[in-house]
């Protein structure tokens, strides 16, 4: 076999190989989409049989509702993907937006709904409560070592400001007397 041929037939394998790969992988990925679709179809009439709160179920739609878009990009993609395999020139920023846009049309879906505000308040909550246990304990911390606290600090600041509130009103009646005793000496003179 001449080295031509040996070449024709080696191109003719490759693409009878990457063909079969390509199919495999068409076949694949549609099986992977039909069993996720049957999962959340599942998953919904589940959710439509049960008795859970008004938040639980808006929180379920909304990762419904994202994961559709999900599934929406992961189509858009295998319609890239077999643009590209039938030689059509595609941009790779096509790739990266159909997920940058998924990624953000999820996060709307999930973030819009009562369960998401619900657990960041929850969360919020926490937060606030862990920051004050943590307050406290810095504060008996400081205490007990012989530190000033902010407590302590604005105690002595409170005392200052009514410190200086009667030194003033000392300073009027000294005043006042200051000015009926000069009175009283010009008048006996």
């Known amino acids: 076999m001449s080295e031509s041929n040996q070449s024709t037939a ?11 790969l390509n199919r495999s992988f068409v076949e694949t990925f549609e099986q992977n989409m039909r069993m996720q679709t049957e999962f959340l179809d599942s998953w919904r009439e589940s959710l439509a049989e049960g008795d859970l709160d008004e938040t639980t179920v808006d929180g379920m ?9 999900w599934m929406e990009a ?3 993609q295998y319609e890239l993907v077999g643009e590209t395999l039938r030689g059509e020139d595609v941009d790779l920023e096509e790739f990266r937006d159909v997920w940058l846009n998924a990624a ?4 709307k879906e999930v973030m819009g709904t009562s369960a998401f505000a619900a657990a960041t308040g929850q969360t919020v909550g926490d937060m606030l409560e862990a920051s004050e246990q943590l307050d406290r304990l810095n504060r008996e911390t400081l205490g007990s070592l ?3 606290t902010d407590g302590d600090i604005e105690e002595v600041g409170e005392r200052l400001v009514e410190l200086e509130r ?6 009027r009646k000294l005043d006042h007397l200051v000015e009926l005793i000069e009175e009283t000496h010009t008048e006996e003179l």
């Open 104 to 107: 953000n049309d999820a996060f």
């Open 74 to 76: 992961a189509d858009a």
């Open 146 to 148: 012989g530190f000033a």
């Open 10 to 20: 080696a191109g003719e394998q490759w693409s009878e190989y990457v063909e079969e």
């Open 61 to 69: 739609q909304g990762a419904s509702r994202a994961y559709e878009v």
């Open 166 to 171: 009667r030194q003033h009103a000392v300073e």
